[in-house]
Structure formats: structure tokens, C-alpha cells
């Protein structure tokens, strides 16, 4: 650790609910009644009520293109009837868990106590069928009027307007430096599925081989179709709690050992210096200047996957492996296993139980140093957990650790 | 292969960018054939994307200048994927260096060339797509002669 521990306001929130919606690949259902019934079940798991409730944060806010918002900030804080005394919700975060990260700076600050945090989406059912052009900016038409401006204007006249396309590039980067193989990176996407089999909220919980997921349809090479993770409905709530308020909660909250969000260099797809890595390095360098914990501390992963190269980033990035080494730390897929020395995206990640946008994970790393995992809890009594959300030029991260 | 009205025969449709001071000399290079982007009238460092101001020595100066058109692979992906309508799959897409500046690089498509057959350092040279109803012209890469 090199930061001095009372410049680490972070350890002054705690986790003390998480809730989540029905899930599925398409629920049909008014996204903000999953958005709020996430946030109704995180509110009853930390043993508070709607009335202790006096901070709201959220990534996105209401908006960006249809499915991708269930519910912005005005649309809870009316509906709930809340008084809050501090809200924030935006776009322009480090990764969806920024969102997170920002309640837990509100309750460091003295701004609020409980912090009402929450992601839903809708993707699965905006899409309808559709297919995935139905949701993609003009709409799959080629009479549109739309035209791609921001940083989406050096990508969509290319025919690249999927994420898929710009991690593809990052993967075969990868696998240019490294010699990672596709055997190596499908260790994700097979790991994950076995996960969801054990979760009653998995999506896809088929059982899949390696070679399952190598005869897959290529999307973009090397990227196959369970690289990429599910579009579907469903709303994930965390509550942030200020430390003084542990007395009021149901249970003994998940403590906030460290948190970080960094991005060093250009803040860019397509810009960012090392095309074999991501600012995820970045967010992981700075997370472990707050801590005396060490990587090898950490006895369970939850970290994004909306593509399986992401993953990638973030193990080497969290300093899981050595730069350029994921691909022999997969190799054969049992060190990430639920017995392994470093269980990964113990739900099944985004890619076999839904593209919960970066909330699922840090609800799984809740649920599992809670002990609450059920089936697919992670032996051993987990103490120490991490969260990683986002891909490319944003990446937020937080170490968490039992409260007992 | 999905078409817009208005492009010729050959042309696939594209989502166009939204043409602004900013950009406009490298969306419509094209027209004169050349590459262009910002320089920086003090030292001579070449930004992408656009800027108001160099990120090397602070110059708000800024010229527009055609570079070579000759670059490098770094990365590439051959897209299967039927995203929307466009250019027809496989396609690549690409990153690639100008050999002008070790930063100057864009995204792009690898065209003229079996999709299969792109590798990274790859030299390319630019060719350029026109999207004259649009007046845009899209700056694709060829394998280098």
C-alpha cells in the first residue's frame, strides 16, 4: 500500500443489501418494475426501508439507445416517493460499477447513509427479433438520417458498429504478442456455462464443452459466438451504507477494502496505446496502492466478461497473472474453476446468465462472501472478493471483504 | 449486399459521420485523394481525432496536411458478423499506424484482399471509398504495392 489510510474514504462504506430482478433472455416485462423490483429486494436484504434510503447513483441514467436503461435516477425517486439528499447518474463513467464507486465516495463524504445503487436493462426485449440491429444505432436501416458523431464517428462508417468487432482486434493483439490460443480464452466461456448451470438465475445453463466452443460460429475473428456475452432483461440493486449505520443493518456488511477507476492515457477503443491490454491495467495498478491485500489474497473473481477478451484484461490487469500469461493461466480451466485457486465469475459471468452490464458481478461477489451461494458457492469461506466492470477505455474496479 | 439510394452500384451503404469544422479535412480528403489530418504548426506532431490544441506543446496552430497514405496493421479482426446492412461479410476491420508518427492511427477496413489472407504489420496503403452524394469520403486500406 502506498497511499496513506486516511486519504482511503472508501473504507468508510460498506455493502449492505443487493437485490435482483427476475431474469431472462426476454422478460416482456416494463423494465423500470425490474429496475424497481431490484432495488425493493436490496432495500429488504439490508434491512432497511424506503424511508432510510437518502442517496441514489446509477449508470447509465435514462438513457442511450433502447434497452439499455431501465430506469434513470427521476424515474426511481418518483416512484419510491424518496427523500434523497444526494443522487448522481451518468454515462460517461469508469465502467458500470463507477456508479457504485461513487456512492461509496457520497457516504465517505458525509453527503448520505445509504446509497441506493442500481443497473437494469431491457436488451433481450428491445431486441425482440430484431436481431441485434434492432437496438444498434440507426436501427438497421439504410434509409436512416442518423449519423455517428463523438467517438462512435471514427468507428460505425468502418461497418463496425458492435463492440464484438473492436475487442475482436484487442484479442487478436493478444494472440499476436502472446501466442494465446482460442483453446486458452474458450477456458471463460466454458467455465462460465459450467457456473450457470449451479445458478437457478443462470440463462444458459446447457452444459457446453471446449469443443462446443470451438465448432461455434465465428462472430469476429478470433471472437466466437460465446465470446460474447447475452442481451437480456433484468435489474441489479446494491445499497452502499456509511460504516457509522452497521448497527441499523439486517446482516454484517460486505466491507470496501479498496476501490480504483483509473485510465492512463488516451481514454480511447482504438487510441489506447497497448492494443494487448486495456485501462483495466490502469484501474488495477491503483487499486493495489490502496490496500495491503494482495492478488493473491483474493479467493474469488467476479470480472467482466461481456466479451471473454475482457476477462483477459482484467486477470492480467488485476495482476492475477503476468502480463501477456492469461493464456497459459487458463489453459485447462482449473485454476478459474469453483475449486481453483482463483474461482472466475462464480454465476456464470455475462456470458451464460445475462449481460446484467457489470452489476451482476459485483451482486455475485456480495452473494459469495456472504456465503449465500448456494450450489455454486465457493468452498472454503471466501474472505476476499473482487469486482471489475468495463472494457476498453473504462474500467472500475473494488476489492471487498467479509464484514465478519 | 444491402445498398443506399444514393451511393453508386459498387458503393455499400455506410452510416456516415456528421461532417464538422473539426473534421471535415479528413472525411473529404478523399476527394483530392490525399490523407489528411491536424498538425501542429509548432512542432510538427499530428493529431487524430481532431483536436483544438496540441497535446505535445500546448500550440493552438494547428494546420491540416496530407500524410503518405502508407501505414502499418497493428490489429485486425475479419468480422463474420451480419451486423446491419453494409459491406458485405467477412470483412476486416483494422487498426493502422501511419508511418509518418508512432501514435497516428485509425480504424479502418483492409479491402482488396482476401480477408483471410491480413496479418498484422502488414504494410497497407490507403484508398478511399467515395460517398459523394454524402461528401464523405471513407479512407479504406489496400495491401501496399
Excluded at chain 1, 104 to 127: D, N, T
Excluded at chain 1, 191 to 219: H, V
Excluded at chain 1, 299 to 323: H, N, P, R
Aim: charged share 20%.
Amino acid at each position: 500500500m502506498s497511499e496513506a489510510t486516511d486519504l482511503i474514504g472508501e473504507r468508510r462504506a460498506v455493502i449492505s443489501g443487493v437485490g435482483q430482478s427476475d431474469i431472462g433472455r426476454r422478460l416482456f416485462r416494463d423494465p423500470l418494475e425490474l429496475t424497481i423490483d431490484a432495488c425493493l429486494a436490496a432495500i429488504e436484504d439490508a434491512g432497511l426501508t424506503t424511508a432510510d434510503i437518502d442517496g441514489l447513483s446509477t449508470y447509465p441514467g435514462a438513457t442511450g439507445p433502447n434497452g439499455f436503461s431501465g430506469g434513470g435516477i427521476t424515474d426511481v425517486h418518483d416512484a419510491l416517493r424518496l427523500n434523497v439528499n444526494w443522487f448522481t447518474g451518468g454515462l460517461e463513467y469508469p465502467g458500470q460499477l463507477g456508479a457504485v464507486i461513487n456512492a461509496c465516495l457520497a457516504v465517505s463524504a458525509g453527503l448520505c447513509k445509504h446509497v441506493l445503487v442500481w443497473r437494469s436493462v431491457y436488451e433481450g426485449s428491445a431486441q425482440g427479433s430484431g436481431g441485434r440491429a434492432a437496438v444498434m444505432p440507426g436501427g438497421g436501416s439504410t434509409t436512416t438520417s442518423f449519423k455517428a458523431s463523438g467517438f462512435m464517428q471514427w468507428l460505425l462508417p468502418f461497418s463496425a458498429p458492435s463492440a464484438a468487432t473492436w475487442i475482436a482486434m484487442y484479442a487478436q493483439r493478444h494472440f499476436h504478442e502472446y501466442g494465446t490460443t482460442r483453446e486458452q480464452l474458450g477456458q471463460i466461456a466454458v467455465n462460465s456455462r459450467k457456473n450457470a448451470a449451479l445458478n437457478p438465475k443462470g440463462i444458459y445453463r446447457d452444459p457446453m464443452s471446449l469443443d462446443d466452443y470451438l465448432a461455434a460460429r465465428m462472430i469476429s475473428t478470433p471472437l466466437c459466438l460465446y465470446d460474447c456475452d447475452v442481451p437480456c432483461d433484468g435489474g441489479t440493486a446494491v445499497i452502499v451504507s456509511r460504516v457509522d449505520t452497521i448497527p441499523d443493518l439486517r446482516k454484517p456488511p460486505i466491507k470496501v477494502e479498496a476501490v480504483a477507476a483509473a485510465t492512463h492515457g488516451r481514454p480511447s477503443w482504438d487510441q489506447y496505446d497497448d492494443l494487448a491490454s486495456m485501462p483495466a491495467q490502469d484501474a488495477g495498478k491503483e487499486l493495489w496502492k490502496r490496500t495491503d491485500l494482495k492478488p493473491s489474497d483474493v479467493d474469488c473473481a467476479q470480472m467482466y466478461d461481456g466479451f471473454s477478451f475482457i476477462t483477459v484484461a482484467w486477470l492480467e490487469g488485476m495482476g492475477f497473472c503476468k502480463k501477456g500469461e492469461a493464456g497459459p493461466f487458463l489453459e485447462g480451466g482449473q485454476r478459474i474453476a469453483l475449486d481453483g485457486e482463483l474461482p472466475l465469475n462464480t454465476n456464470g459471468g455475462q456470458l451464460s446468465s445475462g449481460r446484467l452490464h457489470g452489476f451482476g458481478f459485483i451482486h455475485e461477489a456480495c452473494v459469495q462472501l456472504w456465503g449465500e451461494g448456494g450450489d455454486r458457492q465457493v468452498p472454503n469461506n471466501p474472505e476476499v472478493a473482487v469486482a471489475c466492470s468495463g472494457g476498453g477505455p473504462m474500467a472500475s474496479t473494488l476489492l471487498l471483504t467479509q464484514g465478519r | 449486399m444491402a445498398k443506399s439510394k444514393e451511393a453508386a452500384p459498387d458503393i455499400p451503404f455506410r452510416i456516415m459521420p456528421a461532417l464538422t469544422d473539426l473534421n471535415a479535412h479528413f472525411w473529404q480528403g478523399g476527394r483530392d485523394g490525399e490523407l489528411r489530418f491536424q498538425r501542429c504548426k509548432g512542432c510538427g506532431y499530428y493529431l487524430h481525432p481532431p483536436s483544438v490544441i496540441c497535446p505535445k506543446c500546448w500550440s493552438k496552430d494547428i494546420g491540416i496536411e496530407a500524410v503518405s497514405g502508407r501505414a502499418e496493421v497493428l490489429t485486425f479482426s475479419v468480422n463474420v458478423q451480419n451486423w446491419m446492412p453494409g459491406l458485405e461479410p467477412p470483412f476486416v476491420l483494422a487498426i493502422v499506424r501511419c508511418l509518418e508518427q508512432d501514435d497516428l492511427r485509425l480504424t479502418t477496413n483492409i479491402v482488396n484482399i482476401d480477408p483471410y489472407e491480413v496479418t498484422i504489420g502488414m504494410a497497407v496503403q490507403v484508398v478511399f471509398e467515395p460517398h459523394v452524394d454524402q461528401e464523405v469520403w471513407l479512407p479504406l486500406f489496400e495491401p501496399a504495392k
